[in-house]
T-cell receptor
């Protein structure tokens, strides 16, 4: 298994509260990604990072922000959670931008 | 815009009954096509990357093939432990660096 951990693994929160999900890697890969997975949709890219403090938006970035202050950590923040952000969130890593992406175990987030 | 369509949505096989899963794609230019396996409650697990038409890759009972419009994942003499959802993703030349477009997956159930 790729050395990727996500925390928390499960979270229940209320509408309007801020939420931060953490992804930690031990592979020293340059690229890190946040996806969400919902029934009836494929995995969709939220944001990605191509280096410390270097990030870019994905397909579904509205309502989310990210930060990467260290190579090993990539944080996803929902500034004011909404019920539409109830989902399973996956972190992924890759050595380069065109290389294979390896996924973490996921975080199940429920927004009530 | 890159698009990926997987079929069938679900497939039930008897142990030993070989079959194929389909991934049809539309990209402006293919950088790579990826197959992943996903077990319930877990993150996607990388299986194969294919880069050009005619390419084939094998791993145990799985064989992935690629044409200019689609990819097949052939499963030979499947076992119950092959039960999972299989995801296909493409990376296009013009869709944005690091961007993967995923299909919705094929849920495979292999009965003993």
């Amino acid at each position: 298994d790729a050395g990727i951990t996500q925390s928390p693994r499960h979270k229940v929160t209320e509408t309007g509260t801020p939420v931060t999900l953490r992804c930690h890697q031990t592979e020293n890969h340059r690229y890190m990604y946040w996806y969400r997975q919902d029934p009836g949709h494929g995995l969709r890219l939220i944001h990605y990072s191509y280096g410390v403090k270097d990030t870019d938006k994905g397909e579904v970035s509205d309502g989310y922000s990210v930060s990467r202050s260290k190579t090993e950590d990539f944080l996803l923040t929902l500034e004011s959670a909404t019920s539409s952000q109830t989902s399973v969130y996956f972190c992924a890593i890759s050595e380069g931008g065109t290389d294979t992406q390896y996924f973490g175990p996921g975080t199940r987030l429920t927004v009530l | 815009e890159d698009q990926v369509t997987q079929s069938p949505e679900a497939l039930r096989l008897q142990e030993g009954e070989s079959s194929s899963l389909n991934c049809s794609y539309t990209v402006s230019g293919l950088r790579g096509l990826f197959w992943y396996r996903q077990d319930p409650g877990k993150g996607p697990e990388f299986l194969f990357t294919l880069y050009s038409a005619g390419e084939e890759k094998e791993k145990e009972r799985l064989k992935a093939t690629l044409t200019k419009k689609e990819s097949f994942l052939h499963i030979t003499a499947p076992k119950p432990e092959d039960s999972a959802t299989y995801l296909c993703a493409v990376q296009g030349l013009e869709s944005g660096y690091s961007t993967l477009t995923f299909g919705k997956g094929t849920m495979l159930l292999v009965s003993p």
